[in-house]
């Protein structure tokens, strides 16, 4: 899972500026692919579209979206960066059959790990590779 941004310099509603980044102005998006960069599914982020924030977190929401229509889950394996990093959507994927692997920042903001002490943990420099 991965947010990318499609090129847009025209006027539309839609499109968004993000500065700071490379690609400033365009449309938003989050996308299902595959290890070969093949899209399996995909959603346009256009603004306050979703009213559940209040429920469950917006990238839990949106990773359970994407994933949703993948045929016999139990032969993939999703990876998703810190865009996406939520501990709530590490363990719902499991439950819908997937295996589930993400990067998580050293000092994340209101997500604890749900476990004390990990099954295995390696020490690598200033990263720590936990398994649950």
Request: hydrophobic fraction near 35%; charged fraction near 25%.
């Amino acid at each position: 899972m991965e947010e990318m941004i499609i090129v847009y310099y025209g006027t539309n509603s839609l499109k968004q500026f993000i500065r700071g980044k490379p690609i400033r102005f365009g449309h938003k998006l989050w996308a299902l692919c595959g290890s070969k960069g093949y899209c399996f599914n995909f959603s346009l982020k256009y603004g306050k579209e979703f009213n559940i924030r209040n429920v469950i977190p917006l990238d839990t929401w949106v990773g359970m979206k994407l994933t949703e229509n993948i045929v016999n889950p139990s032969s993939y394996t999703v990876y998703f960066d810190n865009s996406f990093t939520n501990i709530d959507l590490l363990k719902n994927l499991p439950k819908l059959g997937f295996r589930a692997t993400e990067t998580i920042q050293e000092n994340p903001i209101n997500h604890k790990c749900p476990s004390e002490e990990p099954v295995y943990a390696e020490e690598r420099k200033k990263h720590i590779l936990f398994c649950i």
